[in-house]
């Protein structure tokens, strides 16, 4: 008789995930303890470029490896969700009504001015949309976000994030330079950065060079634009035809489980309810996943299929930055 052949164990979908989240986890700790020596570079530029570095070698080919597109949009969302527990609404309304206009002001032009300019130019719908969401919101994060509605390329995800990060640390220089050369006060400064520059670390990096008091207004600005993410995502999402069935995946969701996260989390920080102590590893907690989630849009960055960077994203890159910087900037010298 012969033997019985025995089909091989199957792990468990849970356990699978679980498996498949250690590498992208375990990246994000590492960019973390690199960015505390580096903060300039910031985790979640590290872990996007910890994961290029990762698909392109021998490592690319790991098993491990596999599958982890469902896992990375996981991280991405739930970096997303705790998002909202770094914004309370006191400290945005503190900013006060010029604040205010600054922020919607900018964000809405450097938005709408990129996708209008975009849209007439030989690039992809999705890219355009990724990178005004980008430049005028918090860099990759809006990025990663807007993407759960655009559902763009690979090689478009990965432009985006590239040309934000370029765009974004120059500006580290060039704000608080044009800051001296210009005559601005220290606030006026620290307005200008909080409310033109893309990452929430290259603003901080901005502000610490503007003046010492500047950090905490730039912030503060700079969380106002993040909380316009969400009225971001659905403009981008009824641009995309959201809530249609989509030709490259199953039916997008209007609004997505994680933006109603992000709201609820909003109103828990806003309520004052937590301890300082967790709110403080909640905010820790956020830059892991966040991070977790950028090693895994590395892993989609084949050096071959991204080099060279479009000529028109180039100058729509250029165009946008250009749009954020001169309208907040305008608005800074005639509200402030």
């Not at 700790?29 to 960015?35: K, N, Q, R, W």
């Not at 995800?157 to 765009?167: E, K, M, N, P, S």
């Amino acid at each position: 008789m012969p033997p019985t052949r025995t089909s091989p164990r199957r792990v468990p979908a849970v356990s699978g995930v679980i498996v498949r989240a250690l590498p992208p986890l375990v990246a994000a700790l590492v960019s973390v303890a690199i960015s505390w020596w580096v903060p300039l570079l910031g985790p979640l530029l590290l872990a996007l470029l910890i994961g290029a570095l990762v698909v392109n070698s021998r490592l690319g080919r790991h098993r491990v490896l596999e599958g982890h597109t469902e896992v990375t949009k996981m991280l991405l969302r739930l970096g997303v969700v705790m998002l909202g527990l770094r914004l309370p609404l006191s400290d945005i309304a503190s900013i006060g009504v010029p604040g205010v206009v600054v922020v919607v002001a900018t964000v809405a032009a450097t938005y709408t001015l990129t996708r209008l300019v975009g849209s007439r130019m030989a690039l992809s719908g999705g890219f355009v949309t990724l990178l005004a969401a980008g430049f005028s919101i918090c860099g990759a994060a809006a990025i990663a976000a807007v993407n759960d509605a655009v559902r763009a390329k690979e090689k478009d995800v990965a432009h985006a994030v590239a040309l934000v990060t370029i765009y974004g640390t120059a500006m580290i220089a060039v704000v608080p330079w044009a800051t001296t050369r210009l005559g601005l006060s220290e606030e006026q400064g620290a307005i200008w950065a909080g409310a033109s520059i893309h990452e929430v670390a290259q603003v901080v990096a901005a502000a610490s060079v503007v003046g010492t008091g500047a950090i905490a207004v730039a912030t503060t600005v700079k969380l106002g634009r993040v909380a316009l993410l969400a009225p971001t995502y659905l403009a981008a999402a009824r641009s995309a035809g959201a809530g249609a069935t989509s030709s490259t995946g199953p039916r997008v969701p209007l609004v997505p489980w994680f933006l109603v996260g992000f709201a609820l989390m909003v109103a828990v920080r806003s309520s004052d309810l937590l301890p300082a102590t967790v709110v403080a590893g909640a905010q820790q907690l956020t830059t892991v996943l966040l991070a977790a989630g950028m090693f895994g849009l590395g892993l989609g960055f084949h050096l071959r299929e991204l080099w060279p960077i479009p000529r028109q994203a180039l100058a729509l890159a250029t165009l946008s930055t250009l749009v954020a910087g001169g309208t907040s900037l305008a608005l800074v010298v005639v509200l402030y």
